[in-house]
């Protein structure tokens, strides 16, 4: 007689965004199949039994930030992971789904030639499942033109930038973009930083010969972020249109946010681990170490403010806490950190280190560890909004019957697994640092479930996906992201 089902998990604690149940989980066909009290699967037949020993069985996370394989925008800098590597790292670290970026450049003039060739880049080679998000580096009459089309072909987001001069686009091109996006139901992404200011700080600590890395930050000052961040949403006000804040590292630009929240208006806003975990302090380090830190927005003063990002995340300022996995070798002169070291400058020039940390494997685990959010909240923010956000729900980021796919975190049960050190060494991406080493962990994924198949058994085998599994999620319009008026945008006189 065939099994009835292809999986089963038993004895565990089941965490959704809402309840915390001992529930027993049945998987067939990819799908979560039942969702039963404990116990009551204890007649059925199963390919494969898994005993969760009293563990936390969650929906996998979706992280939906992440940098792979993108073209040099910025100078030298080349993403270290491609689409096989970054989605290796993920599996590992428990993100069954990610939504990486389709870059285009300024100098072309449609999006659908980019987003073939983020497929070509990813199709096959991944260990997790994958969406997109469309970066509109020119947002040309024929660019907004395509917007119909990729919302046809699954894409219901996109990213533009205030800042960097290879992305940046100006408020005029920005309200044609939010315009185009609210006709055809897609979410905005907007990389919140006054490129001016940005530019006069640079020039004055060039000025001072200041060019270590540590002055990365004060290049990058929180004014930058918070003028940035109120313009942003004044012009998503304007226009009715939703937007996402990407990586918001300030307690003040937080504010600002949720002043816009409790005012009713469709702006959200994620954050990520190097702004609960990092400071200034971390850029700071000898010689040129503190390069592998160098991110935007930079990690910013004191511990103060990663509790006040903390705070965000627990009082719904954030609607998701991503990675930003943005990967580039310390030691590599060619693509990586140490490219902006030349023998005129020994330990570099901040202007030149590319920006970006990885993080796609250890957001996690670093995020549980830390004790700092309740269960339901972690779950919220690092899969089930990510999910609804971006229009994946319920097929990801939730454990519902006969519609969730069967992607799933065992974790270990409370206070079982023994505190250790987390080392670069011990990580699947192809980086060779992480900016969180030596910090504490005391949980990991003990399983990782992608659509009915363990692919990371952490005691068994480690790994156990392969490449070419994960699949790319068409995704429908955010059911979180609306305007507040129905209808087009008029123009009133």
Not at 52 to 61: D, S, T
Not at 175 to 198: Q, Y
Not at 278 to 301: H, I, M
Not at 332 to 358: Q, R, V, W
Request: hydrophobic share 35%.
């Amino acid at each position: 007689m065939a099994a009835e089902y292809d999986l089963i998990i038993v004895n565990g604690i089941a965490i959704t965004d809402t309840e915390i149940q001992e529930w027993d989980i049945a998987i067939k066909d990819e799908k979560i199949a039942r969702i039963v009290p404990r116990g009551g699967l204890q007649n059925a037949k199963a390919t494969k039994t898994i005993d969760a020993e009293g563990g936390y069985v969650m929906p996998g996370g979706v992280d939906a930030h992440v940098h792979l394989q993108e073209p040099p925008l910025f100078g030298k800098g080349s993403t270290a992971d491609n689409y096989e590597t970054g989605s290796r790292s993920a599996i590992c670290g428990g993100t069954t789904t990610m939504v990486t970026f389709a870059p285009q450049k300024k100098t072309e003039d449609t999006l659908l030639d980019t987003l073939a060739a983020t497929h070509s880049r990813a199709q096959n080679n991944c260990y997790n499942d994958y969406s997109f998000h469309l970066l509109v580096g020119n947002p040309s009459e024929r660019a907004l033109s395509e917007f119909p089309t990729l919302r046809r072909e699954g894409i219901s987001s996109l990213k533009i930038y205030m800042t960097y001069e290879a992305l940046q686009l100006h408020d005029g091109q920005i309200l044609d973009v939010l315009l185009a996006a609210r006709k055809e139901g897609i979410t905005t992404m907007i990389h919140a930083e006054n490129n001016h200011v940005i530019n006069w700080m640079t020039a004055q600590l060039e000025k001072r010969n200041l060019l270590a890395p540590k002055y990365h930050g004060p290049s990058h000052p929180p004014v930058a972020e918070i003028e940035a961040t109120y313009r942003a949403i004044s012009l998503s006000e304007f226009m009715d249109s939703p937007i996402l804040i990407v990586h918001v590292s300030t307690p003040q630009a937080a504010t600002t946010i949720k002043s816009a929240k409790d005012r009713g208006l469709p702006i959200f806003a994620e954050t990520c681990p190097q702004y609960l975990f990092l400071t200034k302090q971390d850029l700071d380090q000898p010689g040129f170490e503190g390069a592998k830190c160098v991110c935007s927005p930079p990690p910013r003063s004191s511990e103060a403010d990663c509790d006040a990002i903390w705070d965000g995340l627990v009082d719904g300022t954030f609607t998701i806490l991503s990675s930003d996995h943005c990967p580039f070798r310390y030691d590599d002169a060619e693509t990586g950190k140490k490219s902006s070291i030349t023998a005129d400058m020994p330990l570099g020039h901040f202007k030149y280190i590319p920006n970006g940390c990885p993080g796609i494997e250890t957001r996690l685990a670093l995020t549980l560890s830390a004790g700092r959010l309740d269960l339901n909240k972690f779950v919220e923010v690092t899969s089930t909004n990510p999910a609804r956000l971006y229009g994946l729900y319920p097929r990801k980021g939730g454990l519902v019957e006969g519609e969730s796919d069967a992607d799933v975190n065992v974790w270990y049960p409370e206070g079982e697994m023994e505190a250790f050190k987390l080392k670069n060494e011990m990580l699947h991406h192809d980086v060779d640092y992480t900016p969180f080493e030596g910090r504490m962990l005391k949980q990991w994924p003990r399983y990782t479930i992608l659509r009915g198949k363990v692919v990371w058994d952490r005691e068994n085998g480690g790994l156990l996906g392969e490449k070419g599994y994960g699949r790319f999620v068409k995704r429908e319009a955010s059911s979180l992201a609306k305007p507040l008026r129905e209808g087009e945008w008029e123009l009133l006189l």
